[in-house]
């Protein structure tokens, strides 16, 4: 059974830092496409960041360039986002998605797993 479970979420001071964690289980998550998701309050879903499978290649939105770094532990079956900077912002929850298949609208579409999500709250 296909499981993604995200955790490492909570309230951080603007400029600060956080590191969310995806952690795999049921397949190898080298072997998909796993992307980083958010959905503020009232507001759509927006891609942030994924790497693909294979070259690990790695697209981003334009607001976290700079800021957000994405990142395999192949051992741990896990991926990693690495959020630098933080904003208010950048507050929302947090969702990993995963995919076989590897398209350039995968930021925009999505995968065909989904975790559960984690909050980040970005707040003086």
């Known amino acids: 059974q296909v499981r993604l479970v995200e955790s490492g979420g909570g309230l951080v001071q603007p400029g600060g830092s956080l590191r969310l964690s995806c952690a795999a289980s049921g397949f190898t998550s080298v072997d998909y496409a796993i992307g980083w998701f958010r959905q503020a309050p009232g507001k759509e879903r927006e891609g942030v960041i994924c790497?693909?499978?294979?070259?690990?290649?790695?697209d981003y939105t334009d607001s976290v360039e700079g800021r957000f770094t994405i990142s395999r532990d192949n051992a741990k079956n896990t991926v990693y986002l690495q959020m630098n900077s933080l904003k208010p912002e950048d507050t929302a929850v947090y969702y990993c998605?995963?995919?076989?298949?590897?398209?350039?609208?995968?930021?925009?579409?999505?995968?065909?797993?989904w975790g559960q999500g984690t909050q980040v709250t970005v707040s003086s």
């Open positions: 998605a995963a995919d076989d298949t590897y398209t350039d609208d995968f930021l925009s579409l999505g995968g065909a797993y």
């Open positions: 790497i693909s499978a294979g070259d690990g290649s790695v």
